[in-house]
């Protein structure tokens, strides 16, 4: 079955380091987008892709890098330069053209120590 | 600006209710999306819908348009409903702002 897998489920890090969430779909959805989750907030975009090899920023950007060599794969860096990095990322994808269906991934649960 | 409010923000019932969980959103969308997630974190994609009304086992999400509003139902509720209901809306032409999330409502069904 077609989706999205995300991994790991539950990350630990040291403060300092840099972290690469992973984020791949088999959907061949163009747009493809991250987001970040914090409690009591609602769920805001870190970064998208609509296209490979070409990405946008978001709401939350600063201290995050993407890349997008491939369709299918949208890895995000959690760089040292994010202040508070510990948090819910969650990707998704979306289908172009028509009736604008997400597929999201289960997320992964970053905990910086 | 989009925005997308859910109500109540904590609900708390006895297994067996019928569980209702609202949301209205500011702009007019292209589709509304219902999404669980379990403690721990992982997010589950429940419905998709942009009219009408959706029926999956014991979830049922409707949709009224010309109100900006949304509502989730969750009937003969189970404690293994216990989660938190996310509610989202997409925008047409998708983009940037495709998605505007609500806060959540957490649900707790007590046995």
């Known amino acids: 079955d077609g989706g999205i897998t995300q991994s790991p489920k539950y990350l630990f890090r040291k403060e300092g380091q840099n972290v690469t969430l992973s984020c791949e779909q088999n959907?061949?959805?163009?747009?493809m987008y991250w987001y970040r989750q914090d409690p009591g907030q609602g769920l805001r975009l870190i970064y998208y892709?609509?296209?490979?090899?070409?990405?946008q920023k978001g709401d939350i950007a600063e201290g995050y890098s993407v890349s997008r060599e491939k369709k299918e794969s949208f890895p995000l860096t959690v760089t040292s330069a994010q202040k508070n990095p510990t948090a819910f990322y969650l990707c998704?994808?979306?289908?172009?053209?028509?009736?604008?269906?997400?597929?999201f991934g289960s997320g992964t649960r970053l905990t910086v120590v | 600006k989009n925005e997308v409010e859910q109500s109540p923000q904590n609900l708390t019932a006895q297994e067996g209710e019928f569980i209702t969980i609202n949301c209205s959103y500011s702009?007019?969308?292209?589709?509304l999306h219902w999404l669980q997630q379990h403690p721990g974190g992982g997010i589950v994609s429940l419905f998709m819908?942009?009219?009408g009304k959706k029926k999956h086992g014991r979830l049922i999400a409707t949709i009224n348009i010309q109100e900006k509003h949304s509502s989730l139902h969750i009937t003969a509720s189970h404690p293994r409903d216990s989660a938190v209901y996310i509610c989202?809306?997409?925008?047409?032409?998708?983009?940037?702002?495709?998605?505007?999330f609500g806060k959540g409502t957490h649900l707790i069904i007590q046995p």
């Open positions: 998704a994808s979306r289908e172009t053209g028509g009736l604008p269906g997400y597929t």
């Open positions: 959907l061949n959805h163009d747009a």
């Open positions: 892709s609509q296209i490979v090899n070409d990405f």
């Open positions: 702009v007019g969308i292209s589709a």
């Open positions: 819908l942009s009219s």
């Open positions: 989202a809306g997409s925008y047409s032409g998708g983009g940037a702002d495709g998605l505007t």
